[in-house]
T-cell receptor, first 114, second 114 residues
């Protein structure tokens, strides 16, 4: 399944399939991006990050792709599991004279169907 | 389990009460953050502390007063709050501000204002 931009805040995927969550960020000066997973009743949990001088980064079962030309970020989760069900936020960081400000996207709720 | 510990987990207070939220981390991080998260919304930055000094205040009303007594502790003092201040308050920390490192979040304090 694929979520295009922020217009579809929910995404349902069959267990074992791959999922793609998309995010459009706003500021071309953003230099660092993070994906977080937030389960019910918990704080955001770091998944993976990428700096603006890269276009792809891989972790365990997750890949982040960055397209600076169109200001687009995506999170790919391979072989989804029930524990992947959560709300996923992208966050963009803007550095200004040593200060950092992290701004979160609106989030996508991912539901894994057993 | 998160390495950022927030207490209490839940807090109910009246509009005339004074209370404090506490956050603690022992990862040696020198940047600490307060965020506010309303239901089904992304976290929004309130304050940033860097090396125990306030570096960012996102125009937060004075009824919220942050304090960083040492590099491991961050408090948020609350006084004369309004019902619209009911939210999940999240604390986060990162190694050093401005170094493009991920922020690690606690599980938050769920605050209800009567």
């Amino acid at each position: 399944g694929e979520n295009v931009g922020l217009h579809l805040p929910t995404l349902s995927v069959q267990e074992g399939d791959n999922s793609i969550i998309n995010c459009a960020y706003s500021n071309s000066a953003s230099d660092y991006f993070i994906w977080y997973k937030q389960e019910s009743g918990k704080g955001p949990q770091f998944i993976i990050d990428i700096r603006s001088n890269m276009d792809k980064r891989q972790g365990q079962r997750v890949t982040v792709l960055l397209n600076k030309t169109v200001k687009h970020l995506s999170l790919q989760i391979a072989a989804t599991q029930p524990g992947d069900s959560a709300v996923y936020f992208c966050a963009e960081n803007i550095s200004n004279f040593g200060n950092e400000k992290l701004t979160f996207g609106t989030g996508t709720r991912l539901t894994i169907i057993p | 389990d998160t390495e950022v510990t927030q207490t209490p987990k839940h807090l109910v207070m009246g509009m005339t009460n004074k209370k404090s939220l506490k956050c603690e981390q022992h990862m040696g991080h020198r940047a600490m953050y307060w965020y506010k998260q309303k239901a089904k919304k992304p976290p929004e930055l309130m304050f940033v502390y860097s090396y125990e000094k306030l570096s960012i205040n996102e125009s937060v009303p004075s009824r919220f007063s942050p304090e960083c007594p040492n590099s491991s502790l961050l408090n948020l003092h609350l006084h004369a709050l309004q019902p619209e201040d009911s939210a999940l308050y999240l604390c986060a920390s990162s190694q050093v501000e401005g170094m493009l490192q991920p922020q690690h979040f606690g599980d938050g304090t769920r605050l209800s204002i009567l």
